[in-house]
Nanobody, 127 residues
Framework: QVQLAESGGGSAQFGGSLRLTCTGS????????MAWFRQVPGKEREGIAA???????MYHDSVKGRFTISQDSAKNTLSLEMNNLNFEDTAMYYC?????????????????????WGQGIQVTVSS
């Protein structure tokens, strides 16, 4: 059974930093296709940072150069270091793991579209 739990959210000032951590269990192909998503009310959940099926990191344009995804295989933790926060970063942040997919750790694969989700954690950026 896959379980994901986010921690580290809260409030930060404009231009400040926060670090989110996701502790996972029951995930066989760690850290392939592990990802961070975020969602604001009235909008779809969007992927912002991830490890692809080949282990490469990927970022949404809106967070490139400011956010860094990392992982610790020994602890099964996925982290998101968020720097230079702006008001548009205010959202609920979710840790996600793939439910299917294939080719983990190879040059040819797919993460699939379905995800296991954590409960989410709020990040609020204020002036």
């Amino acid at each position: 059974q896959v379980q994901l739990a986010e921690s580290g959210g809260g409030s930060a000032q404009f231009g400040g930093s926060l670090r989110l951590t996701c502790t996972g269990s029951g995930i066989i192909h760690w850290p392939y296709c592990m990802a961070w998503f975020r969602q604001v009310p009235g909008k779809e959940r969007e992927g912002i940072a991830a490890f692809n099926y080949d282990g490469a990191t990927m970022y949404h344009d809106s967070v490139k150069g400011r956010f860094t995804i990392s992982q610790d295989s020994a602890k099964n933790t996925l982290s998101l270091e968020m720097n230079n926060l702006n008001f548009e970063d205010t959202a609920m942040y979710y840790c996600a793991a793939p439910t299917k997919g294939y080719g983990f750790g190879t040059a040819s694969g797919d993460c699939g579209s379905n995800r296991y989700w954590g409960q989410g954690i709020q990040v609020t950026v204020s002036s």
